[in-house]
């Protein structure tokens, strides 16, 4: 009977008896929510850093009808299922904050095998400046919400990573996560953030991260910086590869350090760095021990210590955006132990 009901639900046009059952439906929701709300959450709002919700009973539960319209191929039926869910979920994590509008998207994860219903992966943005990235389960009584880690920037895009990982493989798929922000106070700074995901030990761990476009603006002597990153990424499964660009200007004014890039062309003093612009390729791959894409694996013999340790290499750091200027001649590593920590190349031994 239930799928009957769906069923029939995706197959509404957008008359209004149909917008009017749609509406009854989903407010339907409300009654999914607990009575009372105890106090079920941990989770210090004044740390940046990504931080987890803890969430106990009684668990949010979202009606199995109303899930399924977050992927209607109405337009403003899926709309409005991501209007009412982004409200109930905002209002069970936050029940009594005041925050701004919402906004939801979903995507759904590969079902594990046996089951009937995915899972779906729910990103709630509140612009300019924040995002939390959710997980629901389905269940006898519809979708509960079982994990919410918030600390990103708005999130604007929400995709399974294309391809397979290898048979029988751990983690067994990818979520691609995508942030945006603008910071224009104190120092310009614009970027879209690319980070992917996988279900590990009860919670999303992070396996990748880069930023697709980045541009600064910045103070330097007596002058001031403008930088600019364009990046691509592509491959699937287990491998990545990064096709980069950047780009560099300055100019001699030292009070137009806060000018954004859509008004670099219009200093009157604006040079373009050419020797600093450079394009850069880069390939990466899954490594299950470290559960982290990198470029290669390699040996890290930290200052004082007798025995080198065996670490993945995440990234030349002398490649960052602000690599010509700031001299960081370091790698990005991460340990077995799952330390993501900076080192010397002086101190890291690479394969031949």
Not at 290 to 308: A, I, K, N, V
Request: charged share 20%; net charge negative.
């Amino acid at each position: 009977m239930r799928i009957g009901l769906k069923s029939s639900l995706l197959r509404i046009k957008p008359s209004l008896p149909g917008r009017l059952f749609l509406f009854s439906v989903l407010m339907a929701a409300a009654l999914f929510l607990p009575d009372s709300l105890p106090a079920h959450l941990a989770s210090p709002y004044e740390e940046r850093a990504l931080s987890v919700f803890s969430l106990a009973p009684p668990l949010l539960q979202l009606p199995e009808v109303q899930i399924s319209l977050l992927f209607s191929e109405n337009t403003q039926m899926r709309q409005e299922a991501l209007d009412i869910t982004a409200r109930n979920v905002a209002d069970y994590l936050r029940p009594k904050a005041q925050t701004g509008q919402w906004q939801a998207v979903a995507a759904r994860l590969p079902a594990e095998e046996g089951a009937g219903q995915a899972a779906v992966a729910l990103a709630l943005s509140c612009p300019p400046e924040e995002g939390i990235l959710c997980l629901l389960t389905p269940g006898t009584r519809g979708y509960t919400l079982v994990y919410a880690q918030e600390g990103f920037l708005p999130l604007e895009d929400l995709r399974l990573w294309p391809g397979e990982t290898g048979a029988g493989s751990d983690p067994s798929w990818f979520l691609a996560v995508t942030e945006n922000h603008d910071e224009s106070l104190g120092a310009y700074s614009r970027v879209r953030r690319f980070s992917l995901w996988f279900w590990s030990g009860e919670k999303l761990a992070k396996a990748f991260e880069a930023n697709l476009s980045w541009q600064i603006a910045f103070p330097r002597d007596q002058s001031w910086i403008g930088a600019d990153q364009q990046m691509e990424v592509g491959g699937g499964g287990e491998r990545l590869s990064l096709t980069c660009r950047q780009s560099y200007c300055q100019s001699g004014q030292y009070s137009a350090a806060l000018l954004s890039p859509a008004d670099w062309e219009q200093a009157a003093d604006l040079e373009v760095l050419a020797g600093l612009n450079r394009s850069y390729r880069e390939e990466y791959h899954y490594e299950p021990e470290y559960q982290f894409f990198g470029l290669t694996t390699g040996r890290w013999l930290p200052e004082g210590q007798s025995s080198p340790l065996p670490v993945l290499v995440v990234r030349d750091m002398s490649l960052d955006l602000e690599g010509p200027f700031a001299a960081r001649e370091e790698y990005l590593l991460k340990t077995a132990e799952g330390l993501l920590t900076t080192a010397p190349k002086t101190e890291v031994t690479l394969p031949d």
